[in-house]
């Protein structure tokens, strides 16, 4: 069970085992969130704006100002960053028991996590998409309104993938700090 719960949350012994059961079930539901929703909910989300404008290509362009990445995209990508590492930590510990390793383990696995975060930050600064918006790009005529179907549980959705990210995060910088004070206690750099 533990080289499973290792494989999952991508850390190995040096993390406790509190931290590397949470961290295996949270990629376990956000990897069972994302083959769910891959079929129901994200099936096709282009197909789901609709907008009332006949002009060729508008929606097309519509859905690219309303979603320049799809936030289900993302989030894929992010478990297959994560399972990356997870991967290459699982690989390097069958030969290498270094601290460095474990440090930069975890240090990777925090900028995993913050950078998708940041993006998703960046791409939608209010976190979700707008269920309702004005289009007004190139091919469409003027005040285009689109609507998002689904929207309820694609916000949903994208919260919940979120949240998972957010406490992975929170609990990898938690475990970084005290690895790090294991090993500056370990060696006896600091007398108290």
């Known amino acids: 069970m533990e080289p499973t719960l290792a494989f999952l949350s991508g850390t190995g012994s040096h993390v406790s085992s509190y931290a590397r059961t ?5 990629f376990i539901v ?16 282009l197909q789901d704006l609709n907008c009332n404008s006949s002009q060729v290509g508008c929606r097309h362009q519509c859905y690219t100002e309303l979603s320049p990445l799809s936030p289900f995209t993302l989030f894929t990508l992010q478990i297959v960053f994560l399972f990356t ?3 290459t930590n699982s690989l390097y510990q ?12 975890m240090l990777a696995k925090i900028l995993t996590e913050g950078a998708f975060l940041f993006l998703q930050h960046r791409l939608y600064p209010g976190l979700l998409r707008q269920d309702v918006f004005k289009c007004d790009i190139t091919p469409c005529e003027e005040a285009v309104v689109c609507i998002m179907l689904k929207s309820q549980q694609k916000n949903a959705f994208v919260l919940f993938m979120f949240t998972c990210s957010f406490a992975s995060l929170l609990i990898g910088v938690l475990e970084t700090y005290s690895l790090i004070g294991k090993i500056v206690f370990s060696k006896g750099a600091y007398k108290i």
């Open 94 to 105: 069958l030969g290498a028991n270094n601290t460095f390793w474990k440090i930069l383990n």
């Open 22 to 26: 949470c961290l295996a079930l949270l």
């Open 85 to 87: 590492l997870s991967l």
């Open 30 to 45: 956000r990897l069972f969130s994302v083959i769910i929703n891959a079929k129901t909910v994200w099936a096709d989300d």
